[in-house]
């Protein structure tokens, strides 16, 4: 029962380049969340996607950001022309479709260096 | 505007004695409350909730309490063992949302 997916697990981008980061909920899970974990910092929510949809994108920096859950396929995060701030540690979190408040289970992350 | 705090950075504690950390919040419309345990270079990992209808959830060695009127949970562990050594992350979700707002973090030492 593999857990939630990302890759790639470290990346390395200089300043301008885009970067993408890929994650793949647990099976069974139709809900993906993104955060971002700055150096000495606790997690901060970006955006709540479902299948096609996103449902809470208040976490998301105005500009550069954005996400997709397509119909098929993994989420993707997406920042463009990356700045030294965006280096952080990203990750994908995957919660089950039911009735009630669920947990949410991350995966390992995706750390981006900008030089 | 920290919503959740974790007002100590640190705890250590004896293996085989309790763990208490600590987790105040602020925002009323909190009505879903997690602890996550978080190792470096990996993920979170679920650990146990409670919500806010109850004031205690346990699951084997993890108990949560619920302190509504004062806006503060804890989690206990008992007995403490030396695998439990991590970084131990607070979080709460409003009712008319999903997204988790995290504490900054306990970092817990069980030594022999």
């Known amino acids: 029962n593999a857990g939630v997916m990302q890759n790639p697990r470290h990346l390395v981008r200089r300043r301008g380049q885009e970067a993408r980061l890929r994650c793949s909920p647990m099976k069974g899970h139709s809900h993906v969340y993104w955060y971002r974990q700055l150096p000495e910092e606790g997690l901060k929510f970006m955006v709540y996607l479902q299948k096609e949809n996103i449902i809470d994108e208040s976490g998301m920096p105005k500009e550069r950001f954005s996400a997709e859950f397509p119909k098929e396929g993994p989420s993707i995060l997406r920042i463009q022309q990356v700045v030294r701030g965006d280096s952080a540690a990203y990750f994908c979190?995957?919660?089950?479709?039911?009735?009630?408040?669920?947990?949410?289970?991350f995966g390992p992350g995706t750390r981006l260096t900008v030089t | 505007d920290q919503q959740v705090k974790q007002n100590s950075p640190s705890l250590s504690v004896q293996e085989g004695r309790i763990s208490i950390l600590n987790c105040d919040y602020t925002n009323s419309m909190f009505d879903y409350f997690l602890w996550y345990k978080k190792y470096p270079a990996e993920g979170p990992t679920f650990l146990i909730s409670?919500?806010?209808?109850?004031d205690k959830n346990e699951d084997g060695r993890f108990t949560v309490f619920l302190n509504k009127s004062a806006k503060h949970l804890s989690l206990h562990i008992v007995p403490s063992q030396p695998g439990d050594s991590a970084v131990y992350f607070c979080?709460?979700?409003?009712?008319?949302?999903?997204?988790?707002?995290f504490g900054t973090g306990t970092r817990l030492q069980v030594f022999p």
């Open positions: 979190a995957s919660s089950r479709l039911r009735e009630g408040r669920n947990e949410q289970y």
């Open positions: 979080a709460a979700s409003p009712y008319n949302t999903d997204k988790l707002i």
């Open positions: 409670i919500s806010s209808i109850k």
